[in-house]
């Protein structure tokens, strides 16, 4: 069974940092592309970073710069570092993985930025 379960969310000033983390459960850590995803309230929900299992990083180009994705293996741990958060930058996050056809999501950690 696969469970992701995140941490890390909150309300923060523009200009902020946040660093969320996602702990799952299961041997296939070390296996696998994780993701984190977006969604704010009426709008589709966005991938915003993945890495891979060699350590291969995309960003979506709203982030790049500012959001930084790691993972430990040992630890079966994701991480997103947030830093100079704007208010568009509110939304739900979530970490997922495509196992291979079946994508599992967390329950996703509330980021909101604002004054």
């Known amino acids: 069974q696969v469970q992701l379960v995140e941490s890390g969310g909150g309300l923060v000033q523009p200009g902020g940092s946040l660093r969320l983390s996602c702990v799952a459960s299961?041997?296939?850590?070390?296996?696998?592309?994780l993701d984190w995803y977006r969604q704010a309230p009426g709008k589709q929900r966005e991938v915003v970073a993945r890495?891979?299992?060699?350590?291969?990083?995309t960003y979506d180009d709203s982030v790049k710069g500012r959001f930084t994705i790691s993972r430990d293996n040992a630890k079966n741990t994701v991480s997103l570092q947030m830093n100079s958060l704007k208010p568009e930058d509110t939304a739900v996050y979530s970490c997922?993985?495509?196992?291979?056809?079946?994508?599992?999501w967390g329950q996703g950690t509330q980021v909101t930025v604002s004054s």
């Open positions: 299961g041997s296939f850590f070390n296996f696998v592309v």
């Open positions: 890495i891979t299992r060699g350590g291969s990083i």
């Open positions: 997922s993985v495509l196992l291979p056809t079946v994508r599992y």
